[in-house]
C-alpha cells in the first residue's frame, strides 16, 4: 500500500546544490524515522541522514555541515537539501522510512532511488 517516491535529483557542478523530496503516499498511519541513503558505483550503501518523528536528525560525517534533512508532516514528505556538493556524493540516493499502516502494522519501506551526479 505505502509507497515512497524520491525526486529532486540530476547533475550538478561541485559547489551546486540540490534538494531532494521523498514522498509517501498509501494508507498511512503513521511515519516514524524517515532517512536517506546512497549508493555509489562499487561502494556499499550508506546512511546519509536521519530524521526521527520528532525532528532530531544525525548525519554521516561526511555530510555533515553540507546537507540538511527535514521533513513535513503534514504533506508526508522527507527532504534533503545538498548544499556545496563534491564529486564525492556522486550516487544513487534512497529514501527509506519505518511506517505504520492499519492493515500491516510497522514496515519498513524503501524508494527507487534519485541519481545525483556531481561533476565538472
Known amino acids: 500500500q505505502v509507497q515512497l517516491v524520491e525526486s529532486g535529483g540530476g547533475l550538478v557542478q561541485p559547489g551546486g546544490s540540490l534538494r531532494l523530496s521523498c514522498a509517501a503516499s498509501?494508507?498511512?498511519?503513521?511515519?516514524?524515522?524517515m532517512d536517506w541513503h546512497r549508493q555509489a558505483p562499487g561502494k556499499q550503501r550508506e546512511l546519509v541522514a536521519r530524521?526521527?518523528?520528532?525532528?532530531?536528525?544525525n548525519y554521516a560525517d561526511s555530510v555533515k555541515g553540507r546537507f540538511t534533512i527535514s521533513r513535513d508532516n503534514a504533506k508526508n514528505t522527507m527532504y534533503l537539501q545538498m548544499d556545496n556538493l563534491e564529486p564525492e556524493d556522486t550516487a544513487a540516493y534512497y529514501c527509506?522510512?519505518?511506517?505504520?499502516?492499519?492493515?500491516?502494522?510497522?514496515?519498513?519501506?524503501w524508494g527507487q532511488g534519485t541519481q545525483v551526479s556531481v561533476s565538472s
Open positions: 530524521i526521527t518523528s520528532g525532528g532530531s536528525t
Open positions: 527509506h522510512a519505518l511506517i505504520t499502516t492499519l492493515g500491516m502494522g510497522l514496515r519498513s519501506y
Open positions: 498509501g494508507s498511512i498511519w503513521s511515519i516514524h524515522d
